[in-house]
């Protein structure tokens, strides 16, 4: 399914994942740890291989800090080609990469400057060398100061004051004008100067190609006839040689990835809350299913904005107090998962040290959700609501091909008109959800998952906060100045326990507003051929593509 990766959060900086599944009430099923990939010493993995990771569409925006850019199909494909400065390890802490920086050191707060030490043998697959001008040309890119760059979100660039050589060329000193304590999330993944010093090269360079990258695959080709980008070890690579000869992203429809995968077509399968995949690959002979604790949940984003219908938040609230979302998560995700709960809270996963139910007025209550849409003026006529006339009628729409999807919003569907509310589910074309229906407003209510990041603070306030000049992530247009300041005031918090209960506060404000409505823990759980190594359920860890291959 589509999945947005560049906005999701689930577990703080220091958080650990440790722990949460003995607790039986987490919400994240019962004996799952952090990650479960097969992990096999290198003298274990055979060298070469073509390993075929199923997508449900070809990318072609490639640049992940693009607004169209950062989709977690996406980003699978960005991951193997360009720097990832800090790589998140399985208990949601993150370490230096070793591969691009030989340190990176946070000195003070006022101001708070960071130096970063790039490793010397680091370079971009045209040869030159990877400097401090990379670093000031994505934060000029991304700092929103210049709206010609169609940027996701500025995501702590805004907090930066300058980007600055260092000692060398090889060092980067950055300073910030307010304090930003996620800090490690910024520049990763890492551009070339070429791609941010020029807004057209931006927004349009990277369409269906990856000119100048720097990691230790590059890219081979895009077939738009097989529907498959093609990546090759990079020669000029100097960290650990990729175990792959070929790393190849074919698109398969979300409904028929199971199918692919039985008929040895893909090397994997992600089954997330599907059921019937779920049996059907544990059918397969030479298989293997890998589960983890989950970073991603699934959502229901509602459109606010002006002249659309749910711009009445006591609207939006009926709807979501009329959803009973513990029946979904245990008929969807318990399944594949059991003990899958509700999710009540849009920041940190269940389970986790900072985990707060802030869902507040919007718990299920049927008869409650009936009152509020009496008083909102949507009065019953039968078996709708209506007012002045008009249906009381909603549009939810999802990405055709992905089953799952089209059920959860078929369930939401029944739900809804039991308190007198029609839905009608549009299957959209999934190369357009986002681009056509998500990001441009074409929707009353859209289901998608959000997928983990270990910086959720100042990567989700781009979803949560309400900018007038630029909707970002906040598809739905909603918004007050107190979730913005209260973002504002976590991200300049260095202590994590304050900044998390900041952090809860303005998850508090965003379920009072009827903002959006977590579901549940999206499961974690991925089919594989059972001579596939280091690969499988991460979990909210990083992917070590040199690593990945097929067992001697």
């Not at 400097?131 to 907090?159: C, E, H, I, M, R």
């Not at 008929?331 to 059991?338: I, S, Y």
Request: net charge neutral; with cysteine.
């Amino acid at each position: 399914m589509n999945r947005r990766t560049w906005a999701v959060l689930l577990t703080a900086t220091a958080l650990a994942l440790s722990g949460c599944t003995s607790e039986p009430d987490s919400g994240a099923g019962s004996g799952l740890g952090q990650i479960d990939i097969n992990a096999k010493p290198a003298d274990q993995v055979g060298d070469g291989g073509e390993f075929v990771w199923p997508v449900t569409k070809i990318a072609t925006q490639l640049n992940h800090n693009q607004v169209l850019g950062a989709e977690r199909d996406f980003t699978d494909v960005q991951n193997a080609l360009l720097p990832r400065l800090f790589l998140t390890q399985p208990d949601a802490t993150l370490a230096v990469n070793k591969d691009y920086l030989e340190s990176a050191e946070s000195q003070g707060s006022s101001p708070q400057v960071i130096t970063y030490k790039i490793n010397p043998k680091a370079v971009w697959s045209d040869g030159t060398p990877i400097t401090w001008q990379d670093f000031d040309a994505q934060y000029k890119a991304l700092n929103t100061s210049n709206p010609a760059f169609s940027v996701s979100g500025a995501n702590g660039y805004d907090k930066i004051g300058k980007v600055e050589q260092g000692a060398s060329e090889r060092e980067v000193r950055v300073t910030f004008k307010q304090p930003f304590a996620e800090w490690r999330g910024l520049f990763g993944l890492l551009y070339p100067k070429s791609t941010n010093a020029d807004p057209n090269v931006f927004n349009t360079g990277w369409t269906e190609q990856a000119p100048t990258t720097g990691g230790p695959f590059k890219w081979a080709g895009r077939d738009g006839g097989a529907k498959t980008i093609t990546l090759v070890p990079n020669e000029k690579w100097w960290g650990e040689k990729p175990k792959l000869s070929k790393l190849i992203f074919r698109e398969v429809p979300a409904d028929q990835q199971a199918q692919e995968f039985a008929a040895g077509k893909v090397s994997f399968v992600d089954i997330g809350p599907n059921t019937e995949a779920y049996k059907q690959v544990q059918q397969v002979a030479g298989s293997a299913v890998r589960k983890a604790l989950s970073p991603s949940y699934r959502h229901m984003t509602f459109n606010g904005a002006p002249g659309a219908i749910l711009a009445d938040a006591k609207l939006r609230t009926a709807i979501a107090k009329a959803v009973d979302r513990d029946k979904l998560a245990q008929d969807l995700a318990g399944p594949v998962v059991p003990g899958t709960k509700a999710l009540n809270n849009h920041l940190f996963m269940p389970g986790t040290k900072y985990y707060k139910d802030n869902l507040g007025p919007l718990g299920f209550d049927r008869a409650a959700a009936e009152r509020l849409l009496d008083e909102a003026g949507w009065k019953r006529d039968g078996a709708v609501r209506k007012k002045d006339g008009k249906v009381l009628e909603l549009r939810d729409i999802v990405p055709a091909g992905v089953d799952t999807s089209a059920t959860e919003a078929k369930r939401i569907q029944q739900q809804l008109a039991e308190v007198g509310v029609r839905v009608n589910v549009a299957e959209v074309p999934a190369n357009a959800f986002f681009a056509e229906y998500v990001s441009a407003g074409n929707f009353d209510i859209a289901d998608f998952t959000w997928v983990g990041t270990p910086t959720p603070i100042s990567v989700m306030a781009g979803v949560y906060k309400m900018d007038p000049a630029a909707v970002k992530q906040n598809y739905g247009r909603i918004g007050n100045d107190q979730v913005n300041k209260l973002f504002d005031q976590a991200n300049a918090e260095f202590d994590d326990a304050k900044r998390a209960e900041l952090a809860n506060r303005a998850d508090a404000e965003v379920f009072a507003l009827a903002h959006s409505v977590p579901l549940y823990q999206r499961p974690n759980a991925i089919a594989e051929k059972s001579t596939v190594a280091n690969f499988g359920a991460f979990g909210i860890a990083s992917i070590d593509y040199t690593k990945i291959g097929f067992s001697k």
